[in-house]
C-alpha cells in the first residue's frame, strides 16, 4: 500500500517550508488529495474561500470538479496573495501559483516537486509530494464523520466510473461491497483504507470496553 506521511513527519516537513506559498500549496496538498499537477493548474477564478473550495481539472477525464479544502489552506493562501499584491497578474483565469522570484512566472509541476523534496530532505524525510495525496487519502478514510462516497468523489479519476452505484458507508459492520464494474481500482483502494481505520476504530473500541468492565468487576468485588 502506498506510503502516507507520518504527521510528526509531516509536521516537521511544514515547519520548514520558506513561504507563504509554500504553505498554502503543501495545506491544499495534504486536505484535498488533489494531483500535484492539478493543483498546479487551478486559476485564481476557480478559488472559492466562502464555500472553502477549488475547482481542478482531473487528470485523464478533464472534468472540472470541486473540491474541499482545510481552513488552514485558504488562510495560508490569502497571506501569499496579499504578499504579491501588485507582483503578479490577477485576474479570473490567470494561474494562481507563481514563482517566488523575478521575472514572476507560472510554477512549474517540476519547481514544485523540487521545493518539496529540498525541504522534505532538510528534516531527512524521504516523503515526496505525491505522498500527500496519499496522506490525505489516509485522513479522509479514518475521518468517521466523511461519507465513503464523499472520500470517492474526492479521488475519482475515471470518466467511465458509474456515480449511481450504490456505496453502503459503514465502519461498524464493514459491509463496502463495490461492484467491480462500478468502481476503479483507485476507489477499491479508499474502501479498503476505510476498512482498515473501521478496524482501528473497533479495536479502539473494544479495548476501552474491556478496561470498563474491569474496572466495573474490581468496583463490584471492593463493595463486597
Known amino acids: 500500500m502506498p506510503r502516507s506521511v507520518p504527521d510528526d513527519e509531516f509536521n516537521e516537513i511544514f515547519a520548514k517550508l520558506g ?12 486536505s484535498t ?8 493548474s487551478v486559476t485564481q477564478g476557480r478559488v472559492h474561500p466562502g464555500r472553502q473550495v477549488i475547482a481542478v481539472v482531473r487528470k485523464g477525464s478533464g472534468e472540472i470538479q470541486e473540491v474541499p479544502a482545510s481552513t488552514d489552506a485558504f488562510v495560508w493562501l490569502r497571506l ?27 510554477l512549474t509541476y517540476h519547481a514544485a516537486h523540487r521545493m518539496f523534496d529540498r525541504v ?16 490525505a487519502a489516509y485522513r479522509m478514510a479514518e475521518d468517521s464523520s466523511l461519507p465513503l462516497t464523499d472520500v470517492i468523489l474526492s479521488f475519482r479519476v475515471s470518466q467511465g466510473c458509474d456515480l449511481r452505484c450504490p456505496v453502503v458507508d459503514s465502519i ?29 476504530v473497533r479495536g479502539r473500541a473494544g479495548d476501552g470496553a474491556g478496561r470498563s468492565h474491569r474496572r466495573a468487576a474490581c468496583c463490584g468485588r471492593g463493595r463486597r
Do not use: K, M, N
Request: net charge positive; with cysteine; charged share 25%.
Open 33 to 40: 488529495g488533489a494531483r500535484a499537477s492539478e493543483l498546479l
Open 120 to 135: 522534505a530532505g532538510s528534516v531527512g524525510s524521504a516523503a515526496t509530494l505525491h505522498a500527500l495525496r496519499h496522506t
Open 19 to 30: 513561504s507563504h506559498r509554500d504553505r498554502a500549496l503543501v495545506a491544499f496538498y495534504v
Open 80 to 106: 501569499y496573495q496579499a504578499q504579491t499584491e501588485g507582483l503578479v497578474p490577477r485576474g479570473r483565469r490567470q494561474p494562481l501559483w507563481w514563482t517566488l522570484r523575478r521575472p514572476f512566472r507560472p
Open 172 to 200: 461498524a459492520d464493514e459491509t463496502p461491497q463495490p461492484d467491480r464494474d462500478c468502481f476503479t481500482s483507485s476507489d477499491r483502494y479508499l474502501i479498503e483504507l476505510r476498512r482498515t481505520a473501521g478496524r482501528r
